[in-house]
Structures are given as structure tokens and as C-alpha cells.
């Protein structure tokens, strides 16, 4: 997945920028500013996967009901939802001059579901890391009562 996201940054995003720019001279710099930020969205999203990573080790290591896993989840949460709000921010109100140059207004609503995907992310990590939460607390007191 790292690679996959790793190619679109190196070739995909540069080749976008220049055919929207190509394609829609009139909204170049609402073009810069959805490329920039999906450059930006990278950051949190190799940070999740290095968080992922951590927890599939703790888990596979049989530490997956400890305080390391419950950070991990806590981070994939925080992570995600600033990708999802750099989306949100960064993304969504800057295909308005795109969809309207090319009168198709279910391009802001693909960009609103690509938008939200993150936000999935985090309220799947925050549910996670209650049962975590809850399961290490639940054999904290089996720990003590043998």
C-alpha cells in the first residue's frame, strides 16, 4: 500500500497537475492547491501505516491487550482525522471551479466521499481502541484475582 501511494506521489500527482492545468487554465490555482494537499495527505497516511505496523507486531508478539497497542489505535485515530480534515479543508471547496468549468457536480460529491474515507478511519480506530481499552482493563483484574 506504501508503494502503491509512493508511485502515485512521484508520477500520478505531477501528470494530474499538469493535465488539469492543461484541461482547466482558468482554475490553476485552486489545481495547486488540491495537488498540495494531497501531497500533505501523504504525511498522516504513511504515519497510520507505520502505526498499523506497530500494532500487527505488538499483536503478533502477543502483546496486543497493552498500553503500546492502545497508543497505536490513539495515534491511528489522530492521524486520520487530520488526513480527513486536510481533505475536507484542502480538497473539497477547491473542486468547485473544476466541476463548474466542466459542469459536472457529481465531481464535489466523489470528492466529499474521498474526503470522508478518513474519518471512517479514525471513528474505527477510536471504536477499536475502546475494546482495547476495555479488554486490558478486563484482564488487568483477571491478572490479579489468580
Known amino acids: 500500500m506504501a508503494l502503491i ?12 497537475y499538469t493535465g488539469l492545468n492543461a484541461d482547466f487554465p482558468m482554475a490553476n490555482k485552486a489545481i495547486l492547491v488540491i ?6 495527505v501523504t504525511i ?3 504515519f497510520v501505516l ?3 505496523w506497530k500494532l500487527l507486531t505488538l499483536i503478533d508478539q502477543n502483546l496486543g491487550f497493552s498500553a503500546f497497542s492502545i497508543q ?3 495515534n491511528i485515530k489522530l492521524a486520520s482525522l487530520v488526513g480527513g480534515i486536510l481533505l475536507m479543508v484542502g480538497f473539497v ?3 468547485f471551479p473544476i466541476a463548474e ?6 465531481l464535489i460529491i466523489y470528492g466529499f466521499f474521498v474526503a470522508c474515507i478518513p474519518f471512517v478511519v479514525s471513528v474505527f ?3 477499536l481502541e475502546m475494546l482495547f481499552q476495555n479488554a486490558l482493563q478486563m484482564k488487568n483484574e483477571n491478572d490479579l484475582t489468580i
Open 93 to 95: 471547496p477547491f473542486l
Open 5 to 16: 501511494v509512493l508511485a502515485m506521489a512521484i508520477f500520478a500527482f505531477p501528470s494530474l
Open 101 to 106: 468549468a466542466d459542469d459536472a457536480p457529481g
Open 125 to 127: 480506530a477510536a471504536i
Open 50 to 52: 507505520w502505526q498499523s
Open 72 to 74: 497505536a489505535f490513539r
Open 35 to 40: 495537488i498540495t494537499v494531497l501531497y500533505a
Open 44 to 46: 498522516p497516511y504513511f
